[in-house]
Every structure is written in structure tokens, then in C-alpha cells.
């Protein structure tokens, strides 16, 4: 059974990090890609970053490119999207979900997701 379970969230300044981590089981990770998605309050669910075996290597959103790094533990299980100088406008709870081989921008395309992890940036 796909299970992926999102955690880091919480409530930071701007200007601030926060490193979200998505725990896997039931699948492998090698050969799956995960992304990390995010939706805001009244507003449609956004592709934020992926990452598979390809060779184009991590994928970013233009809106956050330079302030997060997607990266896997294969040894863990786990996928985790750092994010630094974090802004206002990237609150959102954050989700993470699987499809087997290479990386989409489109959520539809993505069979497994996880609960959410919420993110707040306030000061």
C-alpha cells in the first residue's frame, strides 16, 4: 500500500527556512518521482518541484527557483524540499505525491498524495 506522510510544517518569519520531509512506504522510490505540490486558501493546487531518475535532474517552479532544493534519501525512504527565504505568499499547506517513473507538473497525473504539511510565513 502507497503511503507518503508529510511533515516540517510550521510557522516561520519571512526571510525564514523550513525543510518539509515526505515519508514513503509500499513503493520504491528509486523508480517513482515525487513532487511536492502546494495550495493557498481559495486558490487551485500549484506544482512547486519534482524530482525523479532522470538525468534532467530536480525540477523547480519558476516562483520559487533559488529558494528551495528538492532532494531524496534513498536509505530512509524519504523526499525533502528545503525552503529558504521564505515570503508571505509561499503560505500554503504543502503536499507531497508519487507517480511511477518521471516527473509531472500536472497533480491529475499524480495517483498518490499525501495529508499536508501547513506552512505559514507571518511575522
Known amino acids: 500500500q502507497v503511503q507518503l506522510v508529510e511533515s516540517g510544517g510550521g510557522l516561520v518569519q519571512p526571510g525564514g527556512s523550513l525543510r518539509l520531509a515526505c515519508s514513503t512506504s509500499g513503493f520504491t522510490l528509486a523508480n517513482s518521482a515525487i513532487a511536492w505540490f502546494r495550495q493557498a486558501p481559495g486558490k487551485e493546487r500549484d506544482w512547486v518541484s519534482c524530482v525523479d531518475d532522470d538525468l534532467r535532474g530536480p525540477q523547480y517552479a519558476d516562483s520559487m527557483m533559488g529558494r528551495v532544493t528538492i532532494f531524496s534519501d534513498n536509505v530512509k525512504n524519504t523526499v525533502y524540499l528545503q525552503m529558504n527565504n521564505l515570503k508571505p505568499e509561499d503560505t500554503a499547506v504543502y503536499y507531497c505525491?508519487?507517480?511511477?517513473?518521471?516527473?509531472?507538473?500536472?497533480?491529475?497525473?499524480?495517483?498518490?498524495w499525501g495529508q499536508g504539511t501547513q506552512v505559514t510565513v507571518s511575522s
Open positions: 505525491a508519487t507517480r511511477f517513473n518521471t516527473c509531472a507538473r500536472q497533480a491529475s497525473l499524480f495517483p498518490h
